[in-house]
């Protein structure tokens, strides 16, 4: 059955540091693969997303995330955060041609000053 | 350009009561989904449907109920509401062009006491 694995539910970083939140998925055919962001009080907005093409997408606010079919993951990844970043972020894969989309339980990003 | 709105954004149930969370989007997509966040846990799907008319269940519709009389709203229906459905609820809709994802709405955070 289908699966989305967010490993960490929680990661504390430092401003201007990088991050890596890990995405692992179970599926054995085509997936679109998506990162949601959800900031305190507030519902999920889109950050970025893989259909097809370039391994390596970019989302809004400077994330990206990169697939690996062989590795079944999709991590998303910020070279410099800021504090604003502080928020939960959900990875999410739609399988075949199915509309539903899974959720992973979700990563809360500390950014500490 | 509302996008999905969800009233109301809080309420407080006693145990036994009823009640209905409204959804309405104004983008005519087809697809409409009701899902559940609880802390830790991801969101899980409660219902969803796929147009005006058609509703299935997801991966946790006991105790829920939904209607679908027209494109732009998905009501969800709690009958003898009990506390384990205390919890965020989120409504979403999406187009008939699986990549482009989700539209949330801001939640409703329901309390049953």
């Known amino acids: 059955a289908q699966s989305v694995t967010q490993l960490d539910s929680q990661v504390p970083v430092f401003e201007e540091a990088p991050v890596e939140l890990r995405c692992n998925y179970s599926?054995?055919?085509?997936?679109?693969l998506f990162w949601y962001v959800q900031y305190p009080n507030q519902g999920l907005q889109l950050l970025l997303k893989y259909l097809s093409g370039s391994t390596l997408v970019k989302g809004i606010n400077g994330f990206e995330a990169e697939f690996n079919k062989s590795q079944t993951s999709f991590h998303l990844r910020k070279p410099s955060v800021h504090i604003s970043d502080t928020a939960e972020y959900f990875c999410a894969v739609s399988e075949g041609s199915s509309y539903k989309l899974i959720f992973g339980s979700g990563t809360r990003l500390l950014v500490r000053p | 350009n509302a996008g999905v709105t969800q009233t109301p954004k809080f309420r407080i149930l006693k145990i036994g009561q009823s009640m209905t969370l409204q959804c309405a989007q104004d983008?005519?997509?087809?697809?409409m989904y009701w899902y559940r966040q609880d802390p830790g846990m991801g969101l899980k799907l409660i219902y969803y449907?796929?147009?005006?008319?058609?509703?299935d269940k997801g991966e946790v519709p006991n105790g829920y109920n939904v209607s679908r009389s027209t494109t732009e709203d998905f009501p969800l229906r709690l009958e003898l509401a009990a506390p384990s459905q205390t919890s965020v609820y989120f409504c979403?809709?999406?187009?008939?062009?699986?990549?482009?994802?989700?539209?949330f709405g801001s939640g409703t955070r329901l309390t049953v006491v």
């Open positions: 983008m005519n997509h087809n697809y």
């Open positions: 599926s054995s055919v085509s997936v679109y």
């Open positions: 979403a809709s999406s187009g008939r062009d699986r990549g482009h994802g989700y539209t």
């Open positions: 449907s796929v147009g005006a008319g058609i509703t």
